[in-house]
T-cell receptor, first 115, second 117 residues
C-alpha cells in the first residue's frame, strides 16, 4: 500500500519567517496531494491541494510544489503568523472503489510560530 | 459552503452502552467517510460510502457499524466498545469524479471526541 513520509515532525519559526514541510510517497499511481491544517480540538481543514498534472500552486502565503518523478511534494508558508501555529498533515490520494478516494496521511508536523 | 457537521461534540460511554455518532453535509457530495484519530496521530480511514453504498471497510471491528440513510447523512453506530476505542471520530465528504464540481477534495467535520470508560 501507499507509504507517506513527512518531515520534520516539529518546526519552530519566528513570526515573519518562512516554513517548509516535505512529504514523500511511494505509489506512482497517486494523483492528488492535499495539505490539511488541524488546530487543537478541531477537524482537519483543507488549505491547499495539487493534482498530478501540475508542478506548483500558490494561494496567497501558501504554496505547494510537486515533483512526480522524485515522488515528493512540499508545503511552503511565507510571512508566517502566530495563527499559522497548528499541526499540518500532508496526504496522498488515489481513486478507490465506487468513485470514492482513499487518503493516506503523513504523520504530521507541529508548526509553532513564535511572536 | 464547505461545512460538515457532527453530533455530538463529546460522548462518554460505558463498554456495554449503545450509542450513535451523526454526520451531515449539504454540499451535494456523494462520497462520505469515517476516520478515527488518536492523539498526536494522523486520521485513519475506517469506512467509505459512495452513492450511499458501502465501498470500503478498512477491516474495522464489527462493534462499529456504519449507516448511510441518504446522500446527506452518515451515522456510526457503536456497541460494546473497548477503552482503546477512545479517540476523535471524524466524518468527511467529497465529490466523486464525474459527479459535477471539483472532485477529490475531502472536507472534514469538527469530530466527535469519544471516551469509553
Amino acid at each position: 500500500g501507499e507509504n507517506v513520509e513527512q518531515h520534520p515532525s516539529t518546526l519552530s519559526v519566528q513570526e515573519g519567517d518562512s516554513a517548509v514541510i516535505k512529504c514523500t510517497y511511494s505509489d506512482s499511481a497517486s494523483n492528488y496531494f492535499p495539505w490539511y491544517k488541524q488546530e487543537l480540538g478541531k477537524g482537519p481543514q483543507l488549505i491547499i491541494d495539487i493534482r498530478s498534472n501540475v508542478g506548483e500552486k500558490k494561494d496567497q502565503r501558501i504554496a505547494v510544489t510537486l515533483n512526480k518523478t522524485a515522488k515528493h511534494f512540499s508545503l511552503h508558508i511565507t510571512e508566517t503568523q502566530p495563527e499559522d501555529s497548528a499541526v499540518y498533515f500532508c496526504a496522498v490520494s488515489r481513486p478507490a472503489q465506487g468513485g470514492s478516494e482513499k487518503l493516506v496521511f503523513g504523520k504530521g508536523t507541529k508548526l509553532t510560530v513564535n511572536p | 459552503d464547505t461545512e460538515v457537521t457532527q453530533t455530538p461534540k463529546h460522548l462518554v460511554m460505558g463498554m456495554t452502552n449503545k450509542k450513535s455518532l451523526k454526520c451531515e453535509q449539504h454540499m451535494g457530495h456523494r462520497a462520505m467517510y469515517w476516520y478515527k484519530q488518536k492523539a498526536k496521530k494522523p486520521p485513519e480511514l475506517m469506512f467509505v460510502y459512495s452513492y450511499e453504498k458501502l465501498s470500503i471497510n478498512e477491516s474495522v471491528p464489527s462493534r462499529f457499524s456504519p449507516e448511510c440513510p441518504n446522500s446527506s447523512l452518515l451515522n456510526l453506530h457503536l456497541h460494546a466498545l473497548q477503552p482503546e476505542d477512545s479517540a476523535l471520530y471524524l466524518c468527511a465528504s467529497s465529490q466523486p469524479p464525474g459527479a459535477g464540481g471539483p472532485s477529490y477534495e475531502q472536507y472534514f467535520g469538527p469530530g466527535t471526541r469519544l471516551t469509553v470508560t
